[in-house]
């Protein structure tokens, strides 16, 4: 069983700044990430991309935050990183990471590929 634990929301003033973390543990053990991503998600909202990277370290980021947002990855760690800058009001969210994991199971001896998602991180960001 693949997990995903964030860290780093809270409460920021607008025009500050934030990092979150992601990391990445299994019961057995992790064999490769392929990509990861944060998203975020409003309520009555759907899940929206903020940014992504590949293994080989490609970076996508969503329209609302280009040019205010850095993703990066430790794969040694398996540890993602968001780093957020000249914050708004409206990035207020709920902030999900997301990985594609091939993991094993080392009591089964069997490998799992699949898609996780962490629990979420709260970011609230004051006017």
């Known amino acids: 069983q693949v997990q995903l634990v964030e860290s780093g929301g809270g409460l920021v003033q607008a025009g500050g700044s934030l990092s979150l973390s992601c990391a990445a543990s299994?019961?057995?053990?992790?064999?490769?990430?392929?990509?990861m991503g944060w998203y975020r998600q409003a309520p009555g909202k759907q899940r929206e991309l903020v940014a992504d990277?590949?293994?080989?370290?490609?970076?996508k980021y969503g329209d609302s935050v280009k040019g205010r947002c850095t993703i990066s990855r430790d794969d040694a760690k398996k540890t993602m990183y968001l780093y957020m800058n000249s914050l708004k009001p409206e990035d207020t969210d709920v902030y999900y990471c997301?990985?594609?994991?091939?993991?094993?199971?080392?009591?089964?001896?069997?490998?799992?590929?699949?898609?996780?998602w962490g629990q979420g991180t709260q970011v609230t960001v004051s006017a």
């Open positions: 997301q990985a594609h994991v091939l993991s094993r199971d080392t009591i089964r001896d069997s490998d799992t590929y699949d898609r996780y």
């Open positions: 299994a019961s057995g053990s992790i064999l490769q990430i392929n990509t």
């Open positions: 990277i590949t293994k080989g370290g490609l970076t």
